[in-house]
């Protein structure tokens, strides 16, 4: 099976503009997780998807948003982007609902803003 | 925060010796599991382990768990310059559900030395 695929690996943007990062999981995964990783802060969990539904949320703002699709793709937005959202952006699939599952990271989308 | 701690933050050893990294966490879990990260890419899962284990083994690999004291260690036998890479312990919570997100330390920057 191919593995987890992250759109665009890299990306440079202004602040106040708005980015908008894809992930496509592997073949039959239906959630889907982002992560956001910074020096400072380690690596934070975003959200997560589940047949097109955000099932769970972590301490973001508003300015972070994101949806899955049919297909299980899932997009993350940001908007009114700031200085400190860059950062690498991680998704991560898995294929049920179990929490004994492992989850597939993808390589990452790294985003400066500038 | 909710978030786990590795020790130590930064480890180097020569290769063929074992390196092991340990992880605290603050609240009850379902598994934990340990990831690698190689230079700013995608997180690569390593191993898992249940609650209700104390010692799991994946080749050069061995995880403890003392849910007692809420910590887990990774040893990592035989090293070899290949290692070189970032270590995570992340948890897995149970927030209810089928709810599933991971709970990552800061992780322990591996150098292993030719």
């Known amino acids: 099976k191919a593995g987890v695929t992250q759109t665009p690996r890299y990306l440079i943007k202004t602040r106040g503009q708005q980015v908008t990062l894809s992930c496509s999981p592997i073949?039959?995964?239906?959630?889907v997780s982002w992560y956001q990783q910074t020096p400072g802060q380690g690596l934070q969990f975003l959200f997560e998807?589940?047949?097109?539904?955000?099932?769970n949320k972590g301490n973001f703002p508003g300015r972070f948003s994101g949806r899955q699709f049919s297909n299980s793709r899932s997009e993350m937005n940001v908007s009114t982007l700031e200085l400190g959202d860059s950062a690498l952006y991680l998704c991560a699939t898995k294929g049920g609902t179990g929490h004994q599952e492992t989850q597939y990271f993808g390589p990452g989308t790294r985003l400066l803003v500038l | 925060s909710q978030q786990g701690e590795e020790d130590p933050q930064a480890l180097s050893i020569q290769e063929g010796e074992n390196a092991t990294m340990n992880c605290s966490y603050k609240?009850?879990?379902?598994?934990l599991q340990w990831y690698r990260q190689n230079s700013g890419r995608g997180l690569v899962h390593l191993i898992l382990?249940?609650?209700?284990?104390r010692e799991k083994h994946s080749g050069r690999l061995r995880v403890t768990l003392d849910t007692s004291k809420k910590s887990s260690s990774l040893l990592i036998t035989a090293s070899r310059a290949a290692d070189t890479a970032s270590y995570f312990c992340?948890?897995?919570?149970?927030?209810?559900?089928?709810?599933?997100?991971?709970?990552f330390g800061k992780g322990t920057l591996l150098t292993v030395n030719p």
């Open positions: 992340a948890q897995a919570g149970n927030s209810g559900g089928s709810n599933y997100k991971l709970t």
């Open positions: 609240t009850s879990i379902n598994n």
């Open positions: 073949s039959g995964h239906r959630s």
């Open positions: 382990i249940r609650s209700n284990e």
């Open positions: 998807y589940f047949s097109e539904t955000q099932r």
